[in-house]
């Protein structure tokens, strides 16, 4: 380890899932979101596609999101307990062009909220991605109606969004990252002391994706 000039960062894992219908946008949000760019050829993998974000988050602390992408489950319109088991937070997508996948995501919600809670009981902090905004623009009744979808059904936010233009994606991210770090103040002061690692630099801005596949027993 070189360099005289040791920084003391706390480092936090999140794992998020990334659910919704299939063909709203997830695979191209979390592509978006972590490799910076689209592409309309792109096809994820079968079973669950891992993408790693790292976010310099403040001077103390590094973040990074686990984002868990279904790919190809959705099909099944619910997941297993398996798949839910220690998700931090949840992105919700729906296609604004499709007005059966906000139906959708209310019931992905609902499969969200019986098979994971936060120690608390409460339920983990989920974000309503409306993507595809580039396509139909801003529609006022579906934008209106949001608040209310979003009050009902226990989401913490909600934010237009377009994968292909990069619209709100880095912001619904930090949106919900925020929400997390809220809800995670029952740390000890042992796992905190154990949660912060010695480094010589800071980590680089730039992201990586480890792409693997796993299919779990539904
Ligand atoms: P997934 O099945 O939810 O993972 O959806 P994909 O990411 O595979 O996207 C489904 C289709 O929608 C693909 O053809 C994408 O290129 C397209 N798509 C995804 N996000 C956007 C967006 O923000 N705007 C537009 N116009 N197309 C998008
Ligand atoms: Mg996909």
Known sequence: MAG???????EKLFKVLVIGDQGVGKSSIVLRYVNKRFDERYKASIGVDFGLKTIEWDRQTVVRLQLWDIAGQERFKKMSR??????MGAVVVFDMTNSSTLEAAAEWKQDLDSKVSLDSGRPVPAVLLANKCDIIGRDRDL???????????????WFE?????????????AFLV??????????SAEEYHRDVIKVSQAPEESQSQSLCCWSPRL
Do not use: P
Not at 82 to 87: E, F, L, T, W
Not at 161 to 173: C, L, M, P, V
Not at 178 to 187: H, I
């Open 4 to 10: 005289s000039s040791a920084t003391l960062w706390m």
């Open 161 to 173: 969004t377009s994968a292909k233009d990069n619209i709100n994606i880095d912001e619904a991210g």
């Open 178 to 187: 925020k929400q997390m770090m809220l809800c995670d103040t029952s740390l």
């Open 143 to 157: 934008v209106s109606s949001l608040d209310g979808f979003c009050k009902d059904n226990s989401f913490a936010g």
């Open 82 to 87: 398996v798949y839910y088991r220690g998700a």
